[in-house]
């Protein structure tokens, strides 16, 4: 029984909390997922709370906590967070862009118990990573930290968001993930929500680059099986069927704001009428059972055709909420990236005819800017 509906089955725990630690961030990428209201380091939950949050999760059966942000290495409290994830048992993993400060923490993290490190990579040619991560000499202070990350013997995956900036140097990602001594690379197609929505037509790339980057990832798969893993986030708006978006809402993801806000998924702020909860408020466990933010699209019960009568709405369970909303209007509809969506193709449409044109100036994402969200006017679709 679960403290929603009596009867009904447990209520499973969730596996992973996404603790945003900090909306600093000495990158500024136009494809960041954050919201374009970035939380202020004066409203950031201090250290003692988030060690209350942390022991509530593993007491909920939390498994995986990503330390993230922005830049979570921008906090000060980054190694005493980290000790108490080991302390707790929670296998922790640093999200990390590598610069600023973050080399000279990296030791202090591994002795306190620091299991795994995902470091972003924004491109190849240093010129080009710089130019889409705001920020120049990123990249070999992006080297010298993977080299430290490998030679203390810690996991090191590399995450490379894709999009029409970079595409062309999909092979060159992966033998950097190789020569930087990566055990995982992630070819991850931007997702279009926050800055990255803002950004969307230069980003989107077309679907001639796109199936050209798939086939490079499938034959590097065979050629280093063994030696390197390589995930694959296909482009939503090219695709047959939606992911199943946070492994589907409520069911394994909590994601604590800067400000303890805990949200279904990282941008489901953008869902207009959504009640969250904050830490300060109540137990992570109140929330994940009964804020009204988890249930409201928790399940199947909400959805309309054609998922309702899909076979395959308990494997993707209806794809985003997010993109539903920022898409059709809708945030109950059929993610519109279903072929199944009577807007699918439309979206196909929308895609094309960005990656066509030239692409505009990236808008770069920073806290206390003014851009406002397309998302305030119409839905496109
Ligand atoms: Fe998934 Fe709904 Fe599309 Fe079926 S119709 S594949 S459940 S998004
Ligand atoms: Fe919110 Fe996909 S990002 S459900």
């Known amino acids: 029984m679960n403290a929603l509906t009596p009867n009904a089955p447990a209520l499973p725990a969730p596996v992973g909390l996404l603790a945003e630690l900090t909306h600093r ?7 960041c997922s954050n919201p374009l209201e970035l939380d202020r380091r004066s409203g950031e ?7 209350r949050v942390l022991t509530e999760a593993a007491g909920l059966g939390v498994l995986h906590v990503h330390l993230s942000g922005g830049e979570p290495t921008a906090r000060n409290d980054i190694v005493e967070i980290t000790e108490s994830c080991a302390k707790l048992g929670l296998y922790s993993n640093l999200i990390t862009s590598g610069v600023g400060g973050a080399l000279q923490k990296l030791d202090a993290l591994y002795d306190v118990g620091l299991d795994h490190v995902q470091l972003s990579v924004q491109g190849v040619d240093a010129a080009n990573a710089e130019k889409i991560g705001g920020l ?71 679907k001639a680059d796109v199936d050209r980057s798939i086939r490079i990832v499938e034959a590097a798969r065979e050629r280093l099986k063994g030696q390197l893993v ?29 400000a303890g806000k805990v949200l279904p998924c990282h941008a489901a702020e953008t869902i207009p009428g959504l009640e969250f909860w904050y830490v300060a408020d109540h137990s992570l466990g109140d929330i994940w059972a009964n804020s009204p933010a988890f249930t409201a699209y928790r399940g199947t019960d909400w959805m309309k055709e054609p998922c309702r ?7 993707d369970w209806g794809g985003c909420r997010c993109q539903a909303l920022a898409l059709a209007g809708d945030a109950a509809a059929t993610d519109p990236a279903c072929s199944l969506s009577p807007l699918h193709a439309k979206v196909r449409a929308l895609a094309t005819e960005e990656a066509a044109e030239s692409p505009p100036d990236y808008t770069y994402r920073t806290i206390g800017s003014n851009v ?10």
């Open 25 to 31: 961030c000495p990158l500024r990428c136009p494809y």
């Open 45 to 51: 939950l201090d250290t003692a709370t988030w060690q």
């Open 136 to 206: 120049k000499n990123a990249q070999p202070q992006k080297f010298a930290f993977a080299e430290r990350v490998t030679q203390l013997g810690l996991p090191l995956t590399l995450n490379s968001v894709i999009h029409r900036g970079n595409i062309h140097e999909v092979e060159g990602f992966i033998d950097l993930a190789v020569k930087l001594g990566a055990k995982r690379l992630e070819v991850a197609h931007t997702q279009y929500y926050g800055w990255a929505y803002v950004n969307r037509a230069a980003l989107m790339p077309n």
């Open 230 to 258: 390589i995930d694959l986030v296909v482009p939503d708006y090219y695709a047959k069927y939606p992911k199943a978006c946070a492994g589907g809402w409520g069911r394994k993801l909590m994601n604590v704001t800067p």
């Open 309 to 315: 009568s899909c076979d395959r709405r308990e494997k």
């Open 372 to 381: 406002r969200s397309p998302l305030k006017e119409e839905a496109p679709l």
